[in-house]
Structures are given as C-alpha cells and as structure tokens.
C-alpha cells in the first residue's frame, strides 16, 4: 500500500514538473498560444490518470474529468476557424481558480486515509 502511496505521489510531482514546463515553454514562444497551452495540460491530466490505471493505483475522478475538459477546450481554441465558430473571449486565470476552490470543495478519495 505504501509501494502504491509513493507513486502516486512521484506521478504526481511529475505532472506538476510538466505541467511548469509545459507552461514556461509556451510563454517563451512569441504569439497566441492558448490552445496549444490548453491542449498540452489537458494531455499532461489525462496522462497523469492513465499512468495510475496502469499502476492499479485508483484515478482521480475530477482531474480526469478536467483534463477532458480542458482538452476538449484545446482543440475548440485550435480548430476556431476550421470550424467556423465566432471568436469569444474567456478570462482562463478565474477559471483555474474557480477549478481548483472545487477541487478542494468537494471532498472525494484524496481526503481519505486509508491503513
């Protein structure tokens, strides 16, 4: 059980390596780079969650579905034009925000301490 903790917690400190990287990459190339941004964390979530089902260590249900979501939002940002869809303005910082005090609102397995 403490074998599967510790790993979670590596994968864990991995997403978030990733996700700063991911982050800090982007801001260092010139231009839009919303979708791209977008695309990449929602991989780096649902990355995060398929490298625990494979591990047999129980997926977390909200970064699953916000990585879904994200990516969804990713590729919509991305193919605006492709698919003919008027441009819209969304503030992201009070959306992660919002995400993240949800997160936390709503206790679920991460609150649990199982021995």
């Known amino acids: 059980m403490d074998d599967l903790k510790t790993l979670d917690k590596r994968y864990e400190a991995l997403t978030w390596g990733v996700g700063f990287l991911w982050i800090?990459?982007?801001?260092?190339?010139?231009?839009?780079?919303?979708?791209l941004?977008?695309?990449?964390?929602?991989?780096?979530?649902?990355?995060?969650n398929l490298g625990r089902s494979l591990s047999?260590?129980?997926?977390?249900?909200?970064?699953?579905?916000?990585?879904?979501?994200?990516?969804?939002?990713g590729l919509v940002v991305l193919l605006r034009s492709a698919l003919r869809?008027?441009?819209?303005e969304l503030d992201l910082f009070p959306i992660v925000l919002v995400a993240i005090g949800l997160y936390f609102l709503f206790p679920g397995q991460k609150w649990t301490d199982n021995r």
């Open 85 to 88: 869809l008027p441009q819209f």
């Open 56 to 73: 047999k260590i129980p997926i977390n249900g909200y970064s699953t579905a916000l990585g879904g979501l994200v990516l969804i939002l």
């Open 37 to 48: 941004g977008l695309l990449g964390v929602g991989l780096i979530l649902l990355g995060l």
């Open 24 to 35: 800090g990459i982007l801001g260092l190339i010139p231009g839009d780079q919303n979708g």
